[in-house]
């Protein structure tokens, strides 16, 4: 298959596959063509913006191709990439169900390819729907089954994207240690291998790292970095607004502004809706948000963290509402109106309780600092001193020292909440 190795090119093949047999009788050999031109059209160029409708109609005739010819693996993937369109259009909750439906049809067929390639989408699909701790679990149990599995390029290769996902839930939860080591492991697997454009989205991951950290040393930036010259050189859409939101992430935490906002800017250029859409933590207009207050620009900062929440409530993104409630929160609380602090503390609250019930360790210091300052605003100087020791001590639990003193001089910035 060409688009392992060469998705543009892949593409292109497969989709002229489709053009020499439209129309024409398709016997049994023939059928079998279509059916996996239909399959790797979906695949291919779901990161390449394909347009959604066209998506769905190859997917129709892939059902009615597989169920022809009882091919259960081409039946496995078509119910998966159901999956990503529905994510797409905004129910996740939908997504994580075809996904499901579709591994358990994988492993039934036997297949450990599709099984595990389409296990690593359903662990991205319950990560944005903030099942962490159970995705976590069925990871790993699932990695642990897989070696047992034939020692096979494709897959090893099926499983180096399990992993990934896996390593994402990681993050989230708060264990950089256990999930940075087994990204640098997977970074150097994906290197030996020449994969290109998994190691470019490899390499991406680790913003998510920096951003829970606050770890900018040079060698997690380069990463970036290179995931972003990678994704240039590869040239495949959703790549190269994935690793310029990776990159965005990184700005931002390294508090160059600038160029976080005209990263973030890029990212809603860039059309690839249906290839982006299971990416929760990279919306651009958060990224908006964070690059308008650090230059400056409160109003517009919450303007988009704002449209970031709307959006995050509309797509059912767990992880995106926790972030954007945290942003907006923080905005509305040093506004003047008491109505607007009084909204922007429900934020907090509301946000709190999501980090907590999702298990987002690295996401609570973060809230516990922002009460700090509405205790202190309140006159509740002994409620605030409290609240600002649990952040350090979480900040210290889930190894995010990178930021205890910019945390502890964003306090001191407001002299009101000292």
Do not use: K
């Not at 998705?7 to 129309?23: E, H, N, S, Y």
């Not at 016997?27 to 394909?50: I, K, M, N, T, W």
């Not at 959604?52 to 191709?65: H, K, M, P, Y």
């Not at 998510?208 to 290179?226: A, N, W, Y």
């Amino acid at each position: 298959d060409t688009g392992a190795w060469d998705p543009l090119r892949g593409l292109a093949q497969w989709q002229r596959v489709l053009a020499t047999t439209d129309d024409v009788p398709l016997d049994p050999e023939l059928a079998a063509l279509r059916l996996a031109a239909c399959e790797a059209v979906v695949r291919l160029g779901f990161h390449q913006g394909l347009p959604v409708d066209e998506v769905t109609a190859l997917i129709s005739e892939g059902d009615a191709l597989a169920a022809r010819l009882g091919d259960e693996r081409a039946a496995a993937f078509l119910v998966s990439a159901r999956g990503n369109v529905v994510s797409a259009r905004g129910d996740v909750d939908g997504a994580r169900a075809l996904h499901e439906a579709a591994y358990e049809r994988a492993v039934r067929a036997g297949d450990d390819e599709a099984s595990l390639l389409i296990a690593a989408r359903l662990v991205h699909a319950e990560r944005v729907t903030g099942q962490l701790r159970d995705t976590s679990q069925r990871a790993d149990a699932i990695l642990a089954a897989s070696q047992g599995m034939p020692i096979m390029r494709s897959i090893t290769a099926a499983r180096h994207h399990l992993e990934l996902a896996r390593i994402t839930v990681l993050l989230d939860l708060g264990q950089p240690a256990v999930g940075g080591a087994e990204l640098a492991a997977v970074i150097t697997a994906l290197r030996r291998e020449n994969a290109l454009a998994e190691l470019a989205w490899a390499l991406a991951l680790t913003a998510l790292l920096i951003r829970h950290t606050g770890d900018v040393s040079p060698l997690l930036v380069g990463r970036v970095e290179e995931a972003r010259a990678l994704a240039q050189s590869v040239g495949i859409p959703s790549l190269l607004a994935y690793t310029a939101a990776a990159l965005g992430i990184v700005r931002t935490t390294q508090r160059r502004w600038t160029e976080a906002r005209d990263l973030a800017l890029e990212v809603l250029d860039a059309p690839v809706d249906l290839g982006h859409a299971f990416y929760c933590g990279l919306d651009p207009n958060l990224q908006l948000s964070y690059a308008h207050q650090g230059l400056g620009d409160p109003d517009r900062a919450l303007a988009f963290a704002e449209l970031a929440l709307d959006r995050a409530c509309a797509r059912r993104s767990v992880l995106d509402q926790t972030d954007a409630l945290l942003t907006a929160g923080r905005l509305l609380r040093r506004r003047g109106e008491p109505g607007e602090r009084a909204r922007g503390h429900r934020f907090l609250q509301h946000g709190l309780a999501l980090a907590r019930a999702t298990g987002s360790r690295p996401r609570l210091p973060l809230f516990w600092m922002e009460l700090a300052g509405v205790a202190q605003q309140a006159g509740d100087a002994r409620g605030a001193q409290a609240r600002r020791r649990r952040a350090v001590r979480w900040l210290s639990r889930v190894d995010a020292v990178g930021f205890v003193s910019r945390l502890i001089a964003a306090s001191e910035a407001h002299p009101g909440e000292r």
